[in-house]
């Protein structure tokens, strides 16, 4: 296959199929000159066996052959996956071409009638070579595209199942909040509380319109002094989490026992982003 942006005249291998002596003078004298790596075949059968051996990258095919018409050999050719997209040019007098016109619809790219005339032999001969090199070109960069396309596609759907993965633990751990017999508060990092379950409600009074936007300390009692509440958040700045036992004042104003764990969320960065309560009510148990 043709190199796309190489000299095509360079080292270019073209297969004349003819027996004519006219053909194969022009073809190797011409040709040659101009720096094409010419062979000649002169028999259908020597020209399908020469192909088979080195596959050329253009075709002169005289349609008038001694063994077999050149018809039938350009049928043979463009019948095999490895010579079907050979550029293949017909050599044939003016009569010839006009019998056998139909015959283009086999593949044949072009034609040169004779008698031959050097330059419109030398241009259909580079012309088709030329056009041979941009195909080539073309579908590799099809090719290349197509790859991209797969990849980014595969790149897409993988992105697709991590989003839809992390949308139903999302679904997990919603259900998880709503349906958890202990309270839950989640604040942001200024400690502005962001939601509360139902547990929460349920054990402390307070709703949603209730504390949505407003800071943890109404749930403060007069059993705890500052300095409580400060160690609190020393332990929490130092390993991320503190848990034990804290009286909070209810909505009705009752004070309680709870048993109350508080923990950092981190982004990767390991800046923190919200605070986690879980508040276990544990007054009935005191009691008993």
């Not at 001694?66 to 293949?88: N, Y």
């Not at 590799?140 to 759907?157: D, F, G, S, Y």
């Not at 209810?250 to 982004?267: L, W, Y």
């Amino acid at each position: 296959m043709t190199t796309p942006g190489r000299n095509i005249s360079t080292g270019a291998a073209v297969l004349a199929i003819t027996a004519a002596p006219e053909s194969m003078r022009i073809v190797s004298d011409l040709l040659g000159r101009e720096g094409y790596a010419v062979q000649i075949a002169h028999s259908g059968n020597l020209a399908l066996l020469s192909v088979r051996e080195c596959l050329p990258e253009l075709i002169l095919l005289d349609i008038t052959m001694p063994d077999m018409d050149g018809v039938e050999i350009c049928r043979r050719l463009k019948s095999h996956k490895a010579t079907r997209d050979i550029p293949i040019i017909l050599l044939a007098t003016h009569g010839e071409m006009l019998a056998r016109v139909k015959d283009l619809d086999l593949g044949v790219q072009d034609y040169i009638a004779k008698p031959y005339l050097a330059a419109e032999v030398s241009l259909r001969v580079r012309t088709q070579l030329e056009l041979r090199s941009l195909r080539a070109d073309m579908e590799m960069r099809v090719r290349q595209r197509t790859a991209q396309i797969e990849t980014a596609a595969n790149a897409l759907r993988d992105e697709i199942n991590m989003r839809r993965k992390a949308e139903a633990a999302l679904e997990l751990a919603g259900k998880v909040f709503e349906a958890s017999i202990d309270a839950i508060m989640v604040t942001d990092v200024d400690g502005a509380i962001m939601a509360i379950n139902p547990a929460f409600t349920r054990i402390t009074g307070y709703s949603d319109q209730d504390v949505l936007g407003k800071s943890p300390g109404l749930l403060k009692s007069d059993r705890h002094d500052e300095q409580f509440y400060k160690t609190i958040w020393a332990t929490i700045k130092e390993s991320g989490y503190w848990t034990g036992e804290v009286w909070n004042k209810r909505k009705d104003g009752n004070v309680s026992p709870m048993m109350e764990t508080i923990s950092a969320c981190t982004d990767r960065d390991g800046n923190v982003t919200n605070y986690i309560s879980v508040i276990v009510d544990v007054s009935e148990m005191k009691d008993a």
